[in-house]
């Protein structure tokens, strides 16, 4: 039974710890590519750099952050919201050997994770000039 409900649990996008039920978010996210780079910017209110984990294992990048939610102050009541509060966020992205592993970059301001992967010195774009023979 106890195997049921977890099972159950992962499926509706909530997950346990300690016997605390946590929402799992999938983050939005806008990705460019620049001359010299793919940038990836996730929105992940409520994180902070501190709760914030990047992992690239293989082909595979995986962002995870955790929001807490905020504490109450006074007796108040929320009328409206935007989001939950508090969460789990988790994403995952296939990257090509286009990216250089060694200069993947990742800061967080404001709720906002902006990774900047690196293209490969060999796959970036040259200009190659042509002489009159």
């Given at each position: 039974?106890?195997?049921?409900?977890?099972?159950?649990?992962?499926?509706?996008?909530?997950?346990?710890?300690?016997?605390?039920?946590?929402?799992?978010?999938?983050?939005?996210?806008?990705?460019?590519?620049?001359?010299?780079?793919?940038?990836?910017?996730?929105?992940?209110?409520?994180?902070?750099?501190?709760?914030?984990?990047?992992?690239?294992?293989?082909?595979?990048?995986?962002?995870?952050?955790?929001?807490?939610?905020?504490?109450?102050?006074?007796?108040?009541?929320?009328?409206?919201?935007?989001?939950?509060?508090?969460?789990?966020?988790?994403?995952?992205f296939?990257?090509s050997?286009?990216?250089?592993?060694?200069k993947?970059?990742?800061?967080?301001?404001?709720g906002?994770?902006?990774?900047?992967?690196?293209?490969?010195?060999?796959?970036?774009?040259?200009?190659?000039?042509?002489?009159?023979?």
């Amino acid at each position: 039974m106890a195997e049921e409900k977890r099972e159950i649990q992962h499926q509706s996008g909530t997950g346990t710890a300690e016997g605390v039920v946590r929402r799992i978010f999938v983050p939005k996210v806008d990705i460019y590519e620049t001359r010299d780079a793919i940038v990836i910017i996730a929105d992940m209110p409520g994180v902070s750099t501190d709760s914030v984990e990047v992992t690239l294992e293989k082909n595979i990048l995986t962002i995870k952050g955790t929001a807490l939610a905020p504490t109450r102050t006074g007796s108040y009541t929320a009328v409206y919201a935007e989001c939950e509060p508090g969460g789990e966020y988790r994403r995952n992205f296939t990257i090509s050997n286009e990216v250089d592993r060694e200069k993947i970059e990742a800061t967080v301001k404001n709720g906002v994770l902006r990774l900047t992967l690196r293209k490969a010195e060999l796959l970036k774009v040259r200009k190659i000039s042509v002489k009159a023979a």
